[in-house]
């Protein structure tokens, strides 16, 4: 016969059976699917990780090209400003040239008047 304890009881041979059967369900069934799974979030973490930087990649590249766009408008609007200037400085000059040339055609027609003149007194 045995010597039973309250730690040792009849009990305890069942528990005993019982963990030792749930170790090996835990082995062969569970512990798969929580390596799975644990793997599973690690690649999401990681995942998440890579698209978190492509995302603050990309959100850098965007502030960099609004900056530039920025500047391009800028620099757009001044050449506007200018060339605005220069188109309104040429009409002036081929207003006056307009009046130059007719002045031109005033004074030769007054010189080829004075020129039959001469050459009618002669």
């Known amino acids: 016969m045995t010597t039973e304890t ?3 009881g ?3 041979g069942a528990q005993e059976i019982f963990l ?3 170790w090996r369900f835990f082995n062969a069934l569970l512990m798969p699917v929580l390596i799975g799974i644990g793997s599973g979030a690690i690649t999401i973490v990681v995942a998440t990780a890579r698209l978190e930087e492509r995302v603050a990649t990309l959100e850098r590249h965007v502030i960099s090209r609004s900056t530039e766009i920025n500047t391009q408008r800028a ?3 001044e050449f506007e400003r200018r060339l605005s200037r220069n188109e309104a400085s040429i009409d002036h000059m081929a207003h006056r040239l307009d009046e130059i040339a007719a002045d031109i055609k005033v004074l030769l027609k007054e010189q080829r008047h004075e020129n039959d003149l001469t050459a009618a007194r002669r």
């Open 6 to 8: 309250p730690e040792t």
């Open 10 to 12: 009849a009990g305890a």
């Open 20 to 22: 030792g059967r749930g």
């Open 75 to 77: 620099l757009e609007q």
